[in-house]
Structures are given as C-alpha cells and as structure tokens.
C-alpha cells in the first residue's frame, strides 16, 4: 500500500508552500528578528532582538525503563560493582571516563559529541516519588504535574503557550502520541514522512481529482470539522517539502539500521526542510530488561545503547551545522534496580540517567549523587527531579514560561542548559 | 505558522487551486447555485431511506446506518419505537453478536490462568488486551443490540480501565461485561459493581491500600472522575474516601484472588462531603455501599452525567437547560439511565444536532466495515480483518479503552479532528475502499455489486451509492465531488465493464466515507 503514500501527489502544494515559507521568512526578517532554521517562521513578535532563537527539541522515549546505572555507569561508588557480581560494566571498559562517572562503551559513537562539550548525562533523577508502574509512571512524567487538575501532557503545554496553532509545531514519529502530547494544541503523529499526505492524491490520479474533490466537499463547510479539514489540508502542503525533500543522508551520515534510526533520519528531513517544526517526539523501546540485559559482550543492554549511540551519532552528523539549533532529550519513565537479579536482569526501581545532546548543553556529568545502598530491593534514589532538568530545556531554548509547562512546580537548578 | 500569517498561505493555496483547476480543463465554481446548474443529483431510489429525523437517532445510537438496520427500524415501527425495544437489549436475540466472544477463546480464562500465561512468557497480557479490544470492536460492528453497545462504549470509558496489559488486565474483560450488564440499568448499582471490581481496585491501587496506609488514588478518582467532579470536594474528603474503600482487597502476584479484608479496613468517622457515618465494623462494606449510593445520588454527580451524556450523544456544548432536564431526570428516577436516555432523545437540542458530533477512531474502522457491507470472517492468522482491524483504528489515534488515563478517552470533537486523525482516515478509507488491506478472513463486495444497473447513468449511481453509504439521497456537491474524483460527468453510462468499475470504484466509494456526512454519527 506504500505506493499509495506516494509525495507526489503533492507537487501542486509543494510550490505555494515554499512560496508562502519565504513570505513568511520575509515577514519575520523585516520585523527585524534574527531566527535560525525551525524558528523562523514560529518566531515572531516575541522575539525582541537579542532572545535566544527558537529551535528544536527533540525528546527520546527510551521505553521500558532503561537502567541509566549501565548507561553513565558511577564506577566510583563501590556498591556499583559489588551489587552486580555479573552485570557490571567493567571499570577498564568505560568511556568518557572521570573519577566517579563513565559512558557504557557501547556509547562510544558519540565520544566526538561529549569531546566537543555537546552531550551531558544527570544522574539520579526522576519522579518525586516512587512509581514502578511503566504505564502510571510514563503518564506522570508526560503528564508532568502530578497532583495537579491539568490534564495535558508538558510538551502540550509547552507548544500550548504560544500563539501558534499549526499542527505541525510538535510531531510525534512512530505509532501513538505520547502522553506528554496530549492536549487542547494541535500536533501531527505520523509513522513516517511519507504518510504525511492525502491518500489516493498520487500519480495514477492523472487529473488532481482526489484533491479536489475533498475541497469540493468541505471548503464551504461552516463547521469546526470543516475547519480541521482545511487546516489538515494545509498541513499536508505546508509539509511538502519535508515530504520532497531527498532521503539521502547529508555529510555522509551512516544510519546504523533499525526504527530509531529511521525515525531520525527522518527528523533530520524534518529540521532540514524548516517548515516550523519545533518539537519532535521519538519513542525507543524495549528497554524493559527484567532478563538477558547482559554484558558489555552481549545481551539487550549493548543492543539497544548501539542503536542509540549509533543513531543519535549519525543524526548529528547529517545534521551538520543545524546541530546547533537541535537538542535531543533522552529519559525513561523510571530506572532499574541496583542489584541484579537472577536472570542476568534488573528489576524495575527508581531513580535515573537523563542524556542530553546538541544546542545548548553544557556537557559533561550533572546531578547529586546519593550514594547506592546493596540491599535486593534498593533503588536509585532521586535527587534531581526530571522536570529540574525539563524546565532548563525549555527555558534556554524556548524562553517558555515554567509555571504554564510545569504548573505548581519549582525547578532547582542544576545546570544542565548553558545560560542556566 | 502563526495565526498572523494563516491567512496569506490560505488565499495562496486558493490561488493555486484556481489555477491548477484552470489547468486541468475544469471551470472553477465557486458558487453552490453555480454547482446545482451543473450538477443536479439525480434520484435513484431502490431502496426506501428512514425519514432524516429517524436516521439521526439511528445513526447516533448506533455505529453506522445500514440497509439492514434501517430495515429493522422500519420493522419496528420508526426510530422512537426502535429504541424503546434496544432499551431492554435482553429481548434481543443477537446470535451474530453472541458468537464473536468464541473468535479469541482466551478470553474466557480466569485471572490465575492468564497471570500463568503472562508470567511463563506464553502469552502477554497485552496480546490478550489486543484481543479483549478486537472482541469490544466485532460486537459494535455485528451485534443487534446497537444501544447497549453504544452505552457500553459510554460507561466503560467513563469509568476508564486501560486495556494496556498491566496487572489489571487479569480481570479487564470481566470488568466490561459487569458494565455492560449494567449500561442501560441503574448509576448507583453500576457505580458499586465497578469500583469494588478487582480491575479497579488494581488499576487505582485499591488492592493494596490498607487502614495504616490508605491509598488515595481510587479514593480521589471516585470523587473527580467518577461522580461529583473537580472543584466539588476538599482534601479531607479525599482521605475519608480512600478510608472508607480500605478493605476492598486483591491477592497481587499470588493468587490474584479478590477478597474483603476487615483486617486492611480503616474504622472509626468518616466524612465526606454531606456523607457521615461512623465506620465501626471491621467489615467496611455496607459503608462502602451507603457511601457509592450517596454519590450516585449526589446533584453534581447528576449534573456531571448528564453533562457527559449530552456531550457524547448531543453536541460539544449543550445548553445548561438540557443538562438541568436531564439531572432532573436521573434524580427522579433514582439514578435510572434508560428514562434519562429517552429525554434525551426526545429533547428538541438531540432532534437539531444532526451531524454535530464526530466518530471516534474506532467508530470510524466499525461504521466503514458496516456500511462497506465488509463480511468479517473468524480470524484464522494475526492477518485476518478481525485481527487487524484494531491496528486500523489504532492508526486513526486510538483503539477501545486504550487511553492511557484514568479520565477517559475525551468525547468531544477536537480531539477526533487532529491533522493526524483526519489523515489517517482517509487513508484507513480509501484502503477499504478498494478492499486492499487486510485481505485475510474477510469479504469484500464486488465492485460490480455496487452498480445494481449496468448502463445506469452516473449521477445515478452516486444517488445509489449515497443512500447505500450514506443512508441519505446524494447532493449536488456530492455528484460534483463524484465527478471530479474519477473524472466522469454525470450523465456518463456505467456499465460492469466500465472503466469505473474496472479500475476505480475505490475512488468513487471513499469519496462518499470522505464526506462530512460520513465523519459524522
């Protein structure tokens, strides 16, 4: 059914849509603004001269509660190694390597980006309290303001708190929205680009009939639903170019295969086309490794850190200097426990490892560090709530107000964010 | 885009749209008068459509017009007679209904047996989840009792239980037989069945409260979600409410057995809201059940109700008289739904909300099967129709009793009228439109069998086909739009051998799942 997706349906839009992009660029450019890509369009009479640019922020899902102790691996606590007689990522195999913190070598693609002052990992953090729940646990941290009435996820709100209504601001790649989407502003979800499109409208529909056919039929509709129509149909041209755009990797990028590298190289398209998209929401799964999480030889954990490193160090690369307006947030819903079980696994815990990457992060280790106890049910404990961390993201990047994208909270600084 | 600059991109898409339509050798109307000149719908009527006032209950009441259906409802003497004979759905012989639960046989395993399953990797809780939302889909599309369905649908959701695969789905599948046994019965009873059902009582940590740590999740949900609403109740009532459900206990991870522990009950005064009692036995449930009928007979649980009930089956805002009736109603008649139902369909709001309110994900999937007139076969593969289906509504944006909160998947319609949503549906039905996907276990009429005259005109055929789809006549912009997806005029001659039938059909049938009379129910 993929020929049915096919973009090219979609020349007639793609033309008016870089059209009216650069009318817009025009616009923006006159009233004195100076943007960079992904927020030139978005950016307007907010931005008095001087305010940092808006850009993009890409938040990655590691589903299925990662263990962040084998991802940035505290080698200097000498429980680390003691409560896990055979899943320990050795000392001597550590990358990045301080006194006190390492990277899980399988890291390693993107020892260029932490050289380079571009990657940072806070350790230690999560919800204020315990949920061990994956599903409970996901909906708090999306939802982001637990105990509160709002019922809206915090990128929701985030994307909420401006003027601008076009569904693609914040995109979701992959099957379903996550929680931290949820709410009254508008937001695409695709599975991939080339679904962004109307169905039908392709090259065997010699005459353009399906496209018009559809505004036969709900452009003198007076209703809301005839309303989302249109914008839908002007989602889709305002998308075009994304969807025109060449799927070749730039700067000899070599995507590792897998979901999570498809899905970025796509939003490396994305950024590339600037058609306004600020906020991108990537899941990656199955981090839930309750068995076989394995060694630095083999096993689920080296799996899935390769696709990881692998992938974000490719969409840096392709990316090339744009890098400097993307940051990419990866978390989890929860950590693991510190010991190891009996099934060369980790239980579900507590506390965790966020990754941050590209614009604006002050590399390096971050977070308080609260010691590990060995005891079969001890957790990470959390000295960094997540959204201390969320809350610098979103402020250096997009100036957001805090108490509207995290309602009733009060960050603590942790310094993660250059300018914070 | 900014909302300062929408209207430049709009006025050049149009400017565009004019041109290219110029191109293509097609004069532009702008005008609807101008499209009635040129494209005047032509009556084909084979079949008798129900009266417009009859197919707007029909079609709110249930998930999608039929031609047997309409048949039914003719059967029984028009609309208001027909749902006056759903209301009692045990009078109902619904054998096609009855037999989908047999289709996914592990549905009828008891908790132990499905935690067994889960644990010893045979097969994950979420897979029988997949199957619990495919059986939850089949019955909307085949069974007989359309209205229980429909407020099945209303009550499963509003007293939200995720068919996500956590712990709770041991007993998820019986939690929605309990509601929909009482979908069209008494709020109060329904109330009590459900949140003392393990599935609940797990899902909102119920199960492991105890009188030295009362969990508040259940507790403060009861209030919020499931009765009086927020803004109606403090914080002390919240702790009462977790007290007073202390007790309501299940055997997590061994037995999954549920049980009433006196021993895990917090005694002693509780207070919530205008509800006193003073809780001195051990054994907690009489207080519980004083304390969900109070509830259930609380004003702003009645307001709330019937809020929701008018957003669901009215429109987005209904005015705060219909409302006012309609609470007025369930206190009246002790928190029956059924009396409440039928003022509601009798209230001159429901009669002038035709097409105001928008199929759901699932909705959309069931109403094309229906009246696409799809055969769906027992499901033999992972690829058979009754299998996939649900990935079709989950491309949509949500498969039945998937939304991930406890509140419930929203009812109104922007949520439903997401680019992503409107998208995919027009994916979803040119797919079945053309009946490519899925192909296993399942039939799809011939597109011959949409033609019942061959040299019938095409203006003819569109009228056929609006009223077999659409169970109304066709419209001018209809035909125009008809004419324009497969590039014929109306007074073409369609024979079976057309290229029409050929090669098109799947054009002409999604141009009519496309229109606004489609997306609405």
Redesign the interface.
């Known amino acids: ?1 993929d020929h ?2 096919q973009p090219g349906c979609c020349a ?2 793609s ?3 870089r ?2 992009r650069r ?2 660029l025009g ?1 923006a450019l006159a009233a004195g603004v100076a943007t960079t890509i992904g927020s030139a ?2 950016q ?1 009479a907010a931005a008095a001269a001087g305010t940092p640019a808006r850009g993009v922020v890409v938040v990655l899902s590691m589903r299925g509660a990662a263990d962040g102790l084998s991802l940035v691996v505290p080698h200097g606590d000498p429980v680390y190694a003691l409560a896990r007689p055979r899943l320990a990522v050795p000392s001597d195999r550590l990358v990045a390597k301080d006194g006190f913190f390492g990277l899980h070598p399988a890291l390693s693609p993107l020892l260029p980006l932490w050289n380079a002052g571009r990657m940072a990992a806070v350790h230690a953090t999560g919800l204020p309290v315990r949920n061990r ?3 409970s646990a ?2 708090e941290l999306e ?1 982001a303001s637990p105990g509160s ?1 709002t ?1 809206s996820g915090w990128l929701n709100r985030l994307i909420g708190s401006d ?6 601001q914040a995109l979701q790649m992959g ?3 996550p ?1 931290a989407l949820y709410g ?1 502003a ?6 991939s680009i080339s ?6 409208a392709d090259k065997w ?14 452009d ?2 007076q ?4 309303g ?2 249109r ?8 998308f075009a170019p994304v969807v025109a755009s060449p799927s070749t990797p730039a700067n000899g990028a070599a995507y590792p295969s897998g979901d999570l590298a498809k899905a970025l190289s796509e939003v490396a398209r994305i950024v590339r086309s600037d058609v ?1 998209v600020e906020v991108v929401t990537v899941d990656h799964g199955d981090w839930d490794m309750h068995a076989d999480l394995g060694t630095t030889e083999w096993g689920a954990m080296k799996r899935n850190a390769e696709q990881l490193s692998g992938a974000l160090a490719a969409f840096f690369t392709d990316l090339g200097a744009l890098g400097d307006t993307v940051t990419v947030v990866c978390l989890s819903e929860f950590g693991r426990r510190v010991a190891e079980n009996a099934n060369w696994g980790l239980d579900h815990g507590y506390g965790n490892a966020m990754l941050l990457l590209g614009a604006g992060v002050r590399g390096g280790y971050h977070g308080t560090w609260p010691g590990l106890t060995n005891d079969p049910d001890a957790d990470l404990l959390v000295t960094t709530d997540y959204r201390s961390v969320l809350a610098e993201v979103v402020s250096s990047r997009f100036g957001a107000s805090i108490p509207t994208v995290f309602p009733g909270f009060s960050p603590t600084r942790v310094g993660v964010m250059l300018g914070q | ?6 209207g ?3 006025a ?2 149009r400017g ?2 004019a041109g ?2 110029a191109a ?1 050798g ?1 004069v532009a109307t702008s005008s ?1 008068a101008a ?1 009635g000149r040129r494209y005047r719908p032509r009556t084909y009527a084979k079949r008798t459509l129900l009266s417009g006032r009859d197919r707007h209950l029909v079609s709110r009441f249930s998930y999608g017009v039929t031609p047997d259906l309409a048949a039914e409802v003719r059967k029984k003497g028009g609309a208001r007679a027909w749902f006056a004979w759903q209301l009692t759905p045990g009078k109902i012989n619904d054998k096609a209904g009855d037999r989908t639960q047999a289709w996914w046989p592990e549905l009828a395993q008891g908790p132990l047996t499905l935690w067994q399953n889960h644990a010893g990797g045979i097969r994950g809780g979420w897979l029988v989840m997949e199957d619990y939302q495919r059986w939850v889909m089949a019955r909307r599309m085949q069974s007989r009792r359309q209205v229980l369905e429909t407020m099945a649908q209303f009550w499963e959701n509003h007293l939200n239980v ?1 068919t ?1 695969g ?1 712990q709770w789905f041991l007993y998820r599948k019986t939690y929605g037989d309990v509601i929909r046994r009482h979908a069209l019965g008494r709020f109060d009873e329904l109330l009590h069945a459900a949140i003392t059902h393990p599935a609940m009582l797990i899902y909102l940590d119920n199960a492991t409260s105890s009188a030295a740590h009362p969990n508040e999740n259940l507790g403060r949900e009861l209030l ?1 979600l499931h009765t009086v609403g ?1 803004g109606s109740f403090t914080e002390s009532d919240v702790k009462d409410s977790a007290r007073i459900l202390t007790g309501w206990y299940v055997d997590m991870w061994k037995s999954w057995k549920a049980s009433y522990r006196p021993d895990l009950h917090a005694t002693g005064r509780v207070q919530v809201k205008g509800f006193t009692a003073a809780n001195k036995s051990a054994d907690g449930r009489a207080v519980t059940a004083d304390y969900l009928r109070y509830l259930a007979h609380h004003p702003d649980t009645a307001r709330r109700l019937a809020q929701k009930l008018a957003v669901k089956f009215v429109g987005d805002d209904p005015s705060p008289a219909l409302v006012r009736r309609l609470a007025k109603v369930y206190l009246h008649h002790d928190t029956a739904i059924k009396p409440v139902l039928e003022a509601l369909v009798d209230s001159r709001e429901f009669r002038r909300s035709v ?1 105001d309110k ?1 199929r759901d994900p699932a909705e959309d999937v069931v109403a094309t099967y229906r009246v696409l007139r799809v055969r769906l076969g027992r499901p033999r593969g992972t690829d058979s129709a009754a299998n996939t289906m649900l990935w079709q509504a ?2 949509i ?2 498969m039945p009793f998937s939304w ?2 406890p ?1 419930g998947t929203p009812l109104d ?2 949520t439903w ?4 949503r ?2 995919a549906s ?2 979803t ?3 079945m439109a053309g009946g ?2 899925p192909t296993q276990d399942v039939g799809y009429r011939p597109p011959k069998a949409w033609v019942p005259k061959s040299g019938m005109r095409f203006d003819q055929l569109v009228d056929h086909l609006s009223r077999e789809l659409l169970h109304q006549p066709s419209t001018s ?2 035909l ?3 004419c ?4 014929l005029r109306p007074g073409e001659k369609i024979t079976h051998d057309h290229p029409l039938v050929r090669w098109s059909m ?2 002409l049938l ?2 009519l799942l ?3 009379e489609f ?2 129910r």
């Open positions: 059914m049915e997706n007639e839009f033309a008016v849509a059209t009216s009318a817009f616009g369009v978005i307007t729940s994956h599903f996901m909906e939802d009435t019922r003027a601008i209504a076009s569904p693609l099957g379903t929205a929680a009254s508008p937001f695409l979800t695709t599975r679904e962004v499109g109307i169905a039908g529909d010699t005459y353009g009939g399906r496209n018009r056919s559809l505004h036969t039929m709900w003198k509709r209703t809301r639903l005839a989302s129509m914008a839908a149909f002007g989602a889709v041209a305002d306004g | 885009m900014s909302s300062r600059t929408t430049s991109t709009t050049t898409r565009l749209l290219s339509a293509a097609i609807p499209a995720p996500n956590e919020e927020r097409g928008l989950a491309t944006g949500a991930p909160r509140d319609n922007a009228s997401s680019t992503s409107l998208l027009l994916r039905h040119y797919q490519w996907w912009v209809l125009k739009a008809c324009e997806a497969t590039n799947a054009r999604t141009t496309d229109s606004p997306f609405a």
